[in-house]
């Protein structure tokens, strides 16, 4: 039975793997054929790993909640274990990659690194990878039945990325400094 968790999660890892190579792929043959429009493709690259890495963020710790219920050892936290991985893994972690790099090109590109709100955002990003560390380590400790900590821990750590993408989104949007 672990056998096939791990098989499975290995086909798992390899579908999110091509995916992402398709994705890529497609990116730099569009943007092959309008360089012109590279800003805005670059931008639409970021806005949807933005968005896959934040769905993660916010999902991971709801998992950790139910997880911390379920009993050491059973079917249903072996589950959750391999939800928890495949989920930092296959999606997490390969947004944050790609939400950074386009990010820091954009930033760059369209702002030269200037300005109070963008110097704001990168140090709220820097913060949200902080979390993203953070939820690394607990996807590791549950995985070897270490966790230690509560669902409520859980359930309070759930606000923070929601809260860091609130303030990450007022700075791009309203730009108030």
């Given at each position: 039975m672990a056998g096939d968790s791990k098989d499975s999660g290995a086909v798992a890892l390899r579908r999110a793997a091509i995916a992402l190579a398709i994705f890529v792929a497609l990116t730099l043959l569009l943007l092959a054929a309008a360089p012109d429009d590279l800003y805005l493709w670059i931008k639409a690259v970021h806005v949807i790993a933005v968005i896959a890495w934040m769905a993660g963020m916010l999902y991971l710790p709801r998992l950790f909640v139910y997880h911390v219920d379920s009993e050491r050892g059973s079917v249903q936290s072996e589950t959750f274990k391999v939800m928890e991985r495949r989920l930092y893994r296959g999606i997490i972690n390969p947004s944050m990659i790609i939400a950074w790099a386009?990010?820091?090109?954009?930033?760059?590109?369209?702002?030269?690194?200037m300005g109070g709100w963008l110097h704001a955002k990168i140090a709220l990003v820097v913060a949200m990878s902080g979390m993203h560390g953070y939820l690394g380590g607990a996807v590791?400790?549950?995985?070897?039945?270490?966790?230690?900590?509560?669902?409520?821990?859980?359930?309070?750590?759930?606000?923070?990325?929601?809260?860091?993408?609130?303030?990450?989104?007022?700075?791009?949007i309203v730009k108030p400094f």
């Open positions: 386009a990010g820091l090109w954009l930033a760059w590109k369209g702002f030269g690194f590791r400790r549950f995985a070897e039945d270490r966790n230690q900590k509560p669902a409520r821990h859980w359930r309070i750590v759930n606000e923070v990325p929601t809260v860091l993408m609130i303030a990450i989104v007022i700075l791009v």
